[in-house]
């Protein structure tokens, strides 16, 4: 019997001091100062909680605003200046927080952090379409709210798979539906499938009413009406490929962003084409009506003059069958210059260059997901989604 007490301890002691401290600092965090940690809770060591918190509003993105960091050290230490919401990066900008007192979650592994007005019951989302490897297993990913009744999701990408609505980590409240993208979801109803991607979430917890919506992506900029006005939106059927048609444009500058916010923008030096990268060079553009489109999260745009002809049609590029288990077929009437076939976040996993009207892209050695394959013909280029069963 000690020796068993004597292996606890021991055990307990180990998980004790490998475990890391993750604490929040800054000037609108509970010390209200850059050099006093407040520490935060965790069984796990992945999943940080900390409840009836009061911060300031941050006012100066440069001298204000909180950070977590990682056993007091700013060598690890994680921000974002989105509020209440977001996905810390490492070394990022401060938390812009507006005061109130919240419970706080901060996920070491994938940065994603919530902010919920104490007193409000916590809405997560649950299951293998937020964490594929852990399914069921996993914690909530944590919705965030300002009444208490309509929670909202954004910037997070699902796995294709099935999840739950679920009130503070309890499976007795938890919500399901069978339709997508939008429906009432039942208590303990049927768990809901999501298609892989990223969804901006809507869900009431009073009526159970949801919807899951593509992101919005606009153009702005002098080229326009200016950089302080509401975006030019575009539109899109499948949430990677946005269009836009007939914009009058005046010679200047213009970028594009996601959801009305600069947290997410593309920008670049090359026009009428080009690659908009994260806080990249304002596009510079000539006066003229075009169409307009990009495609995200690769941020590969083209502007083409309503006056002038498409050197090729990517009308009539073919990706097919698609869900697939094992390959693709991708067939064109002009030569396929070159194929790059990409991950859910848009970074080029493998790039061919058949020359040819039709191309296999074999898929067999990836895991079941969304990604994209950029198919370049002469000057043009068009990116589809694909799944992998």
């Known amino acids: 019997m000690k020796t068993k007490l004597l292996y606890l301890f021991i055990t307990l002691f180990a998980w004790h001091s490998n475990a890391q401290v993750i604490s929040m600092i800054g000037s609108t965090s509970p010390s209200g100062s850059w050099s006093v940690d407040t520490n935060m809770n965790t069984t796990d060591n992945v999943t940080y909680t900390l409840n ?6 941050a006012t100066d993105p440069a001298t204000t605003g909180l950070k977590f960091r990682q056993d007091g050290l700013w060598t690890n230490n994680w921000g974002n200046a989105n509020f209440p919401s977001g996905t810390a990066t490492l070394n990022g900008a401060n938390i812009m927080t507006v005061a109130g007192t919240y419970d706080v979650t901060f996920n070491r592994v994938n940065g994603t952090y919530t ?61 399901g539906s069978t339709t997508f993208p939008t429906g009432t979801a039942v208590l303990n109803g049927p768990s809901l499938f999501v298609p ?13 009413a949801y919807s899951f ?3 919005s992506v606009g153009i702005l900029g002098s080229g326009l009406n ?8 575009l539109t899109t059927a499948d949430g990677f490929n946005y269009t836009l048609a007939g914009l009058a444009l005046t010679t200047g500058e213009v970028k594009f962003r996601k959801n009305n916010d600069w947290a997410t923008n593309w920008g670049a030096a090359g ?24 495609e995200i999260p690769g941020g590969n745009y083209v ?27 991708i067939s064109h009437s002009d030569t396929i210059s070159s194929v790059q076939l990409m991950d859910s976040l ?17 898929g067999s050695g990836l895991s079941a997901g969304v990604y994209f394959v950029k198919i370049t013909a002469g000057l043009d280029f068009a990116v589809q989604k694909i799944i992998k069963n």
């Open 271 to 294: 026009f009428p084409t080009g690659t908009g990268t994260q806080d990249g060079p304002n596009i510079p553009v000539t006066a003229g009506t075009y169409n307009i489109s990009i």
């Open 196 to 208: 892989g991607g990223e969804w901006v979430v809507t869900f009431n917890r009073i009526t159970g």
């Open 115 to 175: 902010f919920i007005p104490s007193g409000f019951p916590s809405i997560g989302i649950w299951g293998p379409a937020v964490n594929s490897q852990l399914g069921y297993g996993a914690p909530d990913v944590d919705m965030v709210t300002t009444d208490g009744i309509t929670y909202t999701l954004s910037g997070f990408y699902f796995s294709s798979g099935n999840c739950y609505f679920r009130q503070d980590n309890a499976t007795t409240n938890q919500w």
């Open 226 to 233: 200016g950089f302080n006005v509401a975006d030019t939106d």
């Open 213 to 215: 919506d593509y992101n």
């Open 346 to 362: 848009g970074k080029v996993i493998t790039s061919y260059a058949p020359n040819a009207t039709e191309f296999q892209v074999d």
């Open 52 to 57: 009836n918190v009061t911060v300031t509003t």
């Open 303 to 329: 502007f083409t003059n309503t006056l002038s002809t498409a050197s090729t049609s990517m009308a009539s590029v073919k990706v097919y069958p698609n869900p697939s288990a094992s390959v693709w077929n």
